[in-house]
Nanobody, 111 residues
Framework: QVQVAESGGGLVQAGGSLRLSCAASGTSFRINSFSWYRQAPGKERELVAAISSGGSTTFEDSAKGRFFVSRDGDKNTVYLQMNSLKPEDTATYFC?????RGQGTQVTVSS
């Protein structure tokens, strides 16, 4: 059974950085793609970034140049590095692997 756990959220001032982690268990890490989503109160869920099993990455337009995704096979973990954070990045961020999502981690960016 696939299990996904996110961590690394918090409160940061605008312009700051955070690194989120997504740990997956119960599956072969190397064959999976990982997707990061976020959802803010009253807004629809949106795909922020994704990384394929081969390491290819895609980003939502507002994240391009600010967010970066990497994977560490030894730790079965994918990271979302978020730089130059803006108040509009405030949301709950969660990771999806094989259709399974974690509980999410809250990111709050103060102006």
């Amino acid at each position: 059974q696939v299990q996904v756990a996110e961590s690394g959220g918090g409160l940061v001032q605008a312009g700051g950085s955070l690194r989120l982690s997504c740990a997956a268990s119960g599956t072969s890490f190397r064959i999976n793609s990982f997707s990061w989503y976020r959802q803010a109160p009253g807004k629809e869920r949106e795909l922020v970034a994704a990384i394929s099993s081969g390491g290819s990455t895609t980003f939502e337009d507002s994240a391009k140049g600010r967010f970066f995704v990497s994977r560490d096979g030894d730790k079965n973990t994918v990271y979302l590095q978020m730089n130059s954070l803006k108040p509009e990045d405030t949301a709950t961020y969660f990771c999806v692997v094989q259709g399974v999502r974690g509980q999410g981690t809250q990111v709050t960016v103060s102006s």
